[in-house]
């Protein structure tokens, strides 16, 4: 089985953290500060985004960093590293954060979004490294058959709710191939739920595609604006 056939833990997560981050800091980029609805909307995103980043270094640590320390003692040391750092930066975000939602500025607002773009930057690239190092060393001391079963732990230990945000993000940022597979496995109540959750979030090309793959119904709801025509 050659490198690009190995079962890769991180492609499907990082994916969806990527387009997660990019989203929240055009969003955070743009927003009118001046406009409370807007506000609020974007600064619940932010902190939706860093709960989700805590989640996913709980997640690397607790299942990913451990596989890799029993197999190859001190192998996880300098991502490990990292990740406190981005423990401390979460926290440095959450606060400003909330601190923009209760004195809302121009200048508070470009404050954070430039912290926010450093903090999406070192993690592109901390990603890019456990794509590529840390996979080298998970496909060198573990099976396919063994990452499955870690990956199938990992998952077990989501609670439900964190699961749909992740999928929320997780769909849209997949290849049509990647969506059919991810979705096929599912029993199908658990794939009904997801196709509802993650429809509002692809565009019709995209949707007809993965209902296609998955054997669904490719009903699209009109936009809100839109008034169906009658005969």
């Not at 609805?37 to 974007?42: F, H, L, M, P, T």
């Not at 601190?99 to 930057?121: D, E, G, I, M, T």
């Not at 690239?125 to 990992?154: G, I, K, P, V």
């Not at 609670?159 to 769909?171: K, Q, S």
Request: negative net charge; contains cysteine.
């Amino acid at each position: 089985m050659t490198t690009a056939q190995r079962l890769d833990l991180y492609a499907p997560i990082h994916k969806a953290l990527r387009l997660f981050m990019a989203d929240t800091l055009t969003r955070l980029g743009r927003l009118d500060v001046d406009c409370a609805a807007e506000r609020s909307q974007v600064l619940a995103q932010l902190q939706e985004l860093l709960q989700e980043c805590e989640s996913h270094l709980r997640h690397e640590n607790e299942f990913v960093h451990t596989a890799l320390e029993a197999r190859r003692p001190g192998a996880s040391a300098r991502i490990g590293a990292e990740h406190e750092g981005h423990v401390d930066a979460i926290a440095g975000l959450q606060a400003e954060g909330q601190a923009l939602a209760q004195q809302p500025s121009a200048a508070a607002a470009l404050h954070l979004y430039r912290r926010l773009s450093r903090f999406v930057a070192e993690n592109f690239e901390h990603m890019l490294e456990e794509e590529t190092r840390h996979n080298a060393l998970l496909w060198e001391l573990y099976s396919d058959a063994e990452l499955e079963a870690l990956h199938q732990r990992l998952l077990a230990s989501i609670p439900a709710d964190e699961m749909l945000r992740t999928l929320r993000w997780m769909v849209p940022a997949l290849s049509p191939a990647e969506r059919a597979g991810l979705l096929g496995g599912m029993p199908p109540p658990v794939r009904q739920v997801v196709l509802e959750h993650v429809q509002p979030h692809l565009d019709a090309h995209g949707w007809s595609k993965l209902c296609a793959a998955v054997g669904a119904p490719a009903v699209v709801p009109l936009p809100a604006h839109v008034t169906p025509v009658s005969a």
